[in-house]
């Protein structure tokens, strides 16, 4: 965790002193996970969401262990406060009902995640229509994991399993 932090000074750093080039470097912030260029090893997975309500997959498979890249669109034209989508992978047990109740009192000011993020493995941002969120996170232990969309009214539809193999 120190050299992470080094790292986003030395990156912020390195942005400042580059600010008259035209240059555009990516800024990690702090507890926001983005993509490793140079991980030559790991799972990416893609997920979209769309204006009905929709994920496209219902089913995602990863390797525990592995770095999971994955990539979550929302493919339709709605705006976040009407059509948002996210993705929430639950801790194991999680009542999806239960939690999705936490997420709608929670709110946008938490981005839809209850309890500060106590039931969750990872998560994307919520996302309108044409946006786009990039996470990754180290898969866990094998098993079948539930994930959903937390906005409100959408889990019933917008739910799906990832199962972890060995
Ligand atoms: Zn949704």
């Given at each position: 965790?120190?050299n992470?932090?080094?790292?986003?000074?030395l990156?912020?750093?390195l942005?400042a002193c580059?600010e008259?080039?035209?240059e555009e470097?990516?800024v990690l912030?702090?507890g926001?996970?983005?993509?490793?260029t140079?991980a030559?090893?790991?799972?990416?997975?893609?997920?979209?969401?769309?204006?009905?309500?929709?994920?496209?997959?219902?089913?995602?498979t990863?390797?525990?262990?592995?770095?999971?890249?994955?990539?979550f669109?929302?493919?339709?034209?709605?705006?976040?406060?009407?059509?948002?989508h996210?993705?929430?992978l639950?801790?194991p047990?999680?009542?999806?009902?239960?939690f999705?109740?936490?997420?709608?009192?929670?709110?946008?000011?938490?981005?839809w995640?209850?309890?500060?993020?106590?039931?969750?493995?990872?998560?994307?941002?919520?996302?309108?229509?044409g946006?786009?969120?990039?996470i990754?996170f180290?898969a866990?232990?094998?098993?079948?994991?539930?994930?959903i969309?937390?906005?409100?009214?959408h889990s019933g539809?917008?739910?799906?399993?990832?199962t972890?193999?060995?």
């Amino acid at each position: 965790m120190k050299n992470l932090i080094a790292f986003i000074v030395l990156t912020t750093m390195l942005t400042a002193c580059g600010e008259t080039k035209k240059e555009e470097k990516p800024v990690l912030k702090i507890g926001q996970t983005t993509q490793n260029t140079t991980a030559p090893k790991g799972t990416a997975l893609a997920l979209t969401g769309n204006d009905m309500m929709q994920f496209d997959k219902k089913e995602l498979t990863a390797k525990s262990g592995e770095k999971i890249t994955l990539t979550f669109r929302h493919v339709g034209q709605l705006e976040k406060r009407v059509m948002g989508h996210n993705f929430v992978l639950l801790v194991p047990g999680t009542d999806i009902t239960g939690f999705a109740s936490e997420a709608a009192a929670a709110g946008a000011d938490s981005d839809w995640i209850p309890n500060d993020g106590a039931q969750v493995i990872a998560h994307t941002k919520m996302l309108g229509g044409g946006q786009s969120d990039v996470i990754t996170f180290e898969a866990p232990q094998p098993g079948v994991y539930d994930y959903i969309c937390s906005f409100p009214g959408h889990s019933g539809m917008m739910r799906g399993t990832l199962t972890i193999i060995p």
